[in-house]
Each structure stands twice: as C-alpha cells, then as structure tokens.
C-alpha cells in the first residue's frame, strides 16, 4: 500500500519555487552583511528536502542545478576559490575582495567578489546538504516508484 499524501503533493509545486525564491532573496540580501550564501543554501536544502517528501529522492535531485549534488557543490567550492584570485591581479592578498560598479548605460550596478564568494558558498552548501539528506531519505524508500511501503506489501 503506497503512502501518498496528495495535498503535500499538490503544494510542494508552488512551494518550492517560493521557498528558492526566499533563499535568492537570503543570498542576495545577507545575514548580518555582506552575504548570506550559508543560510541561503540551507534553505535552498529545505526546498530539495520538501520535493523528496512529496515525490521522491530521485525526483529531487534531479531538481537540482547540475542534476548531482556532488557537481553542485563541486562548482560552488570553484567559485568560492575563484572569487580570490582577483585581488592577485592587483597585487593584494589572496580573497581580498574587490568592489567596483558595472556602467549599464541608463544604470550602474554594485560589483564585487563577495557576490561570487557567498555564491559558491551557497551552491556548495546547497549540493553537499542536499545530497547528504536526499541519501538518508532515499533509504525509506523502495522501488515502487519512490514511496515507502509499510508492511512490506506493494
């Protein structure tokens, strides 16, 4: 007997994209200045959670940018590492972060390295902590299209 929960089911979809939206929002805004690339990925972890709940681990991760947590995660530390090589070229010190702003013609946009730094922390939370809880939950699942049986009849 599958356990289906319809009504988690039907929300998870819009929800999900709420909840990728508000962690954006977190990464974009920061948690006591200048970024929050932590508490955002750890949201992000929440919506990827929410779909393995209401479909499967699989269906998850395969929501996931990259399509595997160890890619994501991967690019994430890239990015993060990459954000200091910059300052290199001005002679500064190793994740010296540099500010200048993007001239866009009728606006200027505030630049910098912290941005690339808090998102490679985001994305490298994000995959890590997602693949570490989409692997424990895919453990209650079986092969009946991705929802625990409980009896052991299907």
Not at 12 to 40: C, D, K, M, Q, T
Not at 100 to 126: C, H, K, N, Q
Request: aromatic share 10%.
């Amino acid at each position: 007997m599958n356990k289906r929960v319809v009504i988690l089911e039907s929300i998870s979809v819009p929800l999900y994209w709420v909840i990728l939206a508000a962690s954006v929002w977190v990464l974009l805004r920061g948690h006591n200045e200048p970024g929050g690339g932590f508490i955002g990925g750890l949201v992000a972890v929440s919506a990827s959670i929410l779909w393995a709940f209401a479909r499967n681990s699989d269906a998850a991760t395969c929501r996931l940018p990259l399509q595997s947590p160890l890619r994501l995660a991967a690019v994430g530390i890239a990015l993060a590492s990459a954000s200091g090589i910059p300052a290199f070229w001005l002679g500064a010190p190793y994740l010296t972060h540099i500010w200048g702003v993007l001239p866009l013609g009728f606006t200027e946009v505030a630049v910098s390295t912290v941005m690339i730094f808090d998102l490679g922390v985001y994305l490298t939370v994000w995959g890590a902590l997602a693949g570490y809880a989409l692997a424990l939950l895919s453990f209650g699942e079986s092969d009946d299209g991705g929802h625990a049986t409980e009896g052991g009849d299907a």
